[in-house]
């Protein structure tokens, strides 16, 4: 199926939307937990599989097709321009980065000093860019799609790694909500190509959290950023006595 993966995670969404869980998914398909997990990390289904979970949400494969396209509608990149002008304006793109992590527009003017008339400004910018519609009383609906990232070496990816990357890794990653891993391997090129499949199921599931704590609290969150890297590198020092 050429459209397994967004299809799958269609399905995905439709769970979360009624309160389902892979155990569900694992009663139905009369599978263990865990193979339901793979099935989805691994977007695996056969058609009678997808047709099985569909009847336990009442919801007609046809349904399904037309959801996914309509998602699929939504916004995965912005331009070069775009991303220009929005990392050329600091308040601009710290309002873009909050919405797109799922954020009201009330929870950042709790969480940020930004005047409200500033706000409402830069959320009519994002309107006008087709990031969001700006609904009455300043409500936000987020018009990007679920894998939604910025251009490879794109304005705001520069941006970041010239301005926030020293701040981001100053920290000794020893508190109980850090984390930092550092691997050094000598791999094939097959090897690092399933490396970079995991890190982009990781990418996936991390989103999905995101999803699911939208409707939590604002004062029980806290901003996350993760970052996943990986290269074909070598020190520039230990470069100097390779043969």
Known sequence: MAQAGPLIETLKRELKAQGKTYVDVANVLDLSEASVKRLFADKNFTLQRIELICDMLNLEFSELVQRMSKNQCQLIQLSREQEKEIASDLILLLITVSVISGMSYEE???????????????????????????????????????????????????????????????????????????????????????????????????????????????????????????????YSLFKKITK
């Open 108 to 234: 950042i003017l709790h969480n940020y000093n930004i005047p409200e008339a500033d706000g409402i400004q830069k959320l009519a910018k994002l309107d006008r860019l087709k990031i969001i519609d700006l609904l009455p009383n300043n409500r936000v609906k987020l018009l990007v799609a679920p894998n939604f990232h910025w251009l490879p070496n794109g304005p705001i990816q520069q941006f970041f790694q010239e301005k926030v990357e020293q701040d981001f890794f100053s920290s000794r990653f020893d508190k109980a909500n850090e984390k930092l891993i550092v691997s050094n391997a000598i791999l094939t090129d097959s090897s690092n190509a399933r490396l970079q499949k995991k890190m982009e199921r990781l990418a996936s599931e991390f989103n999905d959290l995101m999803q699911e704590d939208q409707n939590v609290p604002a004062d029980k969150k806290s901003g996350t950023t993760m970052v996943l890297a990986i290269r074909q590198w070598q």
